[in-house]
């Protein structure tokens, strides 16, 4: 079993920033696959980054492309993203999840194993 806690989210003004960090439980976070997606209310869930086990690789959705940064810190069993310059449009809840599988990185939902609860992200213009 994968515990994920997602910590973090707030209210911001549009341009503003704010960092969502993941804890997870488990002796082999550093093997995992992270990955954030976010949900708006009536929407589907939508992939927003993904990082592989040693921070190597990472990928991210068009839309928040050179405003968002995924890391991790296997030491401290922790995915971060931090987001910056950030518009009403980003307004979702987040989700953390982990990918078990020894997969490089994953952009669909139906990837991950793990999910987190999720942090509210709520952008005013």
């Known amino acids: 079993q994968v515990q994920l806690v997602e910590s973090g989210g707030g209210l911001v003004q549009a341009g503003g920033s704010l960092r969502l960090s993941c804890a997870a439980s488990?002796?082999?976070?550093?093997?995992?696959?992270m990955g954030w997606f976010r949900q708006a209310p009536g929407k589907e869930r939508e992939f927003v980054a993904t990082?592989?086990?040693?921070?190597?690789?990472?990928y991210y959705a068009d839309s928040v492309k050179g405003r968002f940064t995924i890391s991790r810190n296997n030491a401290k069993n922790t995915v971060y993203l931090q987001m910056n310059n950030l518009k009403p449009e980003d307004t979702a809840v987040y989700y953390c999840?982990?990918?078990?599988?020894?997969?490089?990185?994953?952009?669909?939902?139906?990837?991950?194993?793990?999910w987190g609860q999720g942090t509210q992200v709520t952008v005013s213009s």
């Open positions: 999840a982990a990918d078990t599988t020894l997969a490089t990185v994953g952009l669909s939902p139906n990837e991950y194993d793990y």
């Open positions: 488990g002796r082999t976070f550093s093997s995992y696959t």
């Open positions: 990082i592989n086990w040693n921070g190597g690789i990472t």
